[in-house]
């Protein structure tokens, strides 16, 4: 198993351009999380998912958008690039809500 | 949510133990204690978690006080690879729509520094 996945590992975005951080995961697991993590700060969740279909709003969601059409992928979509946007970001996944979460291995995002 | 405190940061010599502090002198009943750890330039990764009772795996051990108001990892024996931020978390289980989906609030965390 691959576990959870992540590309890009890094990009460099101009302000105001748009851009799709992709995230799979191949352990069929129900929840899938995105989560940011600014420099030398603990992560903060944007977006999650309980499954296909079903996303909502974590603690930091203004300026991103995430689509579930299927278990495996949660893509998270940045339309109008901000510098404050700069940051590392983690996907995550869950068998349940209750269970551990496995995480990627980040796509650091720089936005000049 | 319930907030934790920890030190930032700690400092071991390899193949001596480590014990990680933890506050959480406002946790619920239903909170349980998580610890996940962060190496260099990766994801984090799940340790350990308990609710009640000292908890064992083969990466560490949990020691969670008799009022639950406050938790240690114990890492009995560290290595280099050791070396990582470690997050201690309560593990809120929020409901939305009938579905909890157990959002993790990570602070700041422990800077693990170990020496050869």
């Known amino acids: 198993n691959a576990g959870v996945t992540q590309t890009p590992k890094f990009r460099i975005l101009k302000i105001g351009q748009s851009m799709t951080l992709q995230c799979t995961q191949d352990?069929?697991?129900?929840?899938m999380y995105w989560y940011r993590q600014d420099p030398g700060m603990g992560l903060k969740l944007i977006y999650y998912?309980?499954?296909?279909?079903?996303?909502d709003k974590g603690e930091v969601p203004n300026g991103y958008n995430v689509s579930r059409s299927t278990t495996e992928d949660f893509p998270l979509r940045l339309e109008l690039a901000a510098p404050s946007q700069t940051s590392v970001y983690f996907c995550a996944s869950s068998l349940q809500g209750a269970e551990t979460q496995y995480f990627g291995p980040g796509t650091r995002l720089l936005v000049l | 949510d319930a907030k934790t405190t920890q030190p930032n940061s700690m400092e071991s010599n390899e193949e001596e133990p480590v014990h990680l502090p933890c506050n959480h002198s406002t946790i619920s009943g239903t909170d349980y204690i998580h610890w996940y750890r962060q190496l260099p330039s990766q994801g984090p990764e799940y340790v350990i978690h308990g609710l009640t009772s000292n908890v064992n795996n083969r990466m560490a051990s949990l020691a969670i006080a008799e009022d639950r108001k406050s938790s240690t990892l114990i890492l009995h024996r560290a290595t280099l690879r050791d070396a990582a931020v470690y997050y201690c978390?309560?593990?809120?289980?929020?409901?939305?729509?009938?579905?909890?989906?157990?959002?993790?609030?990570f602070g700041q965390g422990t800077i693990l520094t170990v020496h050869p």
């Open positions: 978390i309560l593990r809120t289980g929020v409901r939305a729509g009938g579905t909890s989906y157990g959002k993790l609030t």
């Open positions: 352990m069929n697991h129900n929840y």
């Open positions: 998912s309980v499954g296909a279909g079903i996303t």
